[in-house]
């Protein structure tokens, strides 16, 4: 098993650019979850999904985007990229409530 | 929102001291879950405590959850240099779980 796996590892962009961040996992958890972690300021939620077709805001939503179409992918949009979203994003997966997160290996992005 | 705040946000010891770091809470947490992240990596999960008053160890760490559930604590001993990382705690809240700004642990040797 692979886990969970995130691509890409690197990424710089320009200030209104726009990506997709890749997220899949081998695990069949339901839980999928997008965190960003600032220097010194933890992990914030930014997006999670419970299953399938189903998806959440988190703790930081705005100028992101995400969609669920299976149980693997959970894929996390940004539009307009702006400096303030230059940041590590990790993905993670879980089974339901009460159970521990697994984390891909993140992605350093930076918006310049 | 809901918040967990974690003290000390740095700490250096020198290796063989313990260590310590505190999760607290405003309200009741549900549960709470800690992971480790090492410099330029990932967080991994540590262990989870569900009931009031629980103390779980493994190893060198020991971890207990409050009487109240408003906190818990991460204590290890006699540090080593493989302790070097990030200790976060997590409170599930509903199907999320929000984390707290962790406590970056370095070891002198």
């Known amino acids: 098993n692979a886990g969970v796996t995130q691509t890409p590892k690197f990424r710089i962009l320009k200030i209104g650019q726009s990506m997709t961040l890749q997220c899949t996992q081998d695990m069949n958890h339901n839980y999928m979850y997008w965190y960003r972690q600032d220097p010194g300021m933890g992990l914030k939620l930014i997006y999670y999904?419970?299953?399938?077709?189903?998806?959440d805001k988190g703790e930081v939503p705005n100028g992101y985007n995400v969609s669920r179409s299976t149980t693997e992918d959970f894929p996390l949009r940004l539009e307009l990229a702006a400096p303030s979203q230059t940041s590590v994003y990790f993905c993670?997966?879980?089974?339901?409530?009460?159970?521990?997160?697994?984390f891909g290996s993140g992605t350093q992005l930076s918006v310049l | 929102g809901q918040q967990v705040m974690q003290i000390p946000q740095y700490q250096h010891v020198q290796e063989g001291e313990d260590f310590t770091t505190y999760c607290n809470s405003s309200t009741t947490l549900s549960n709470i879950q800690w992971y480790k992240q090492r410099p330029g990596g990932h967080p991994v999960f540590l262990i989870q405590l569900v009931k009031s008053g629980e103390v779980k160890k493994q190893k060198r760490l020991t971890f207990q959850f409050g009487e109240a559930k408003k906190n818990s604590s991460l204590h290890i001993t006699a540090t080593q240099t493989t302790d070097v990382g990030t200790y976060f705690c997590?409170?599930?809240?509903?199907?999320?779980?929000?984390f707290g700004k962790g406590t970056t642990l370095s070891v002198s040797s």
């Open positions: 997590a409170d599930q809240a509903g199907t999320a779980l929000i």
């Open positions: 999904s419970v299953g399938a077709g189903i998806t």
């Open positions: 993670a997966s879980g089974r339901p409530t009460n159970e521990k997160l697994f």
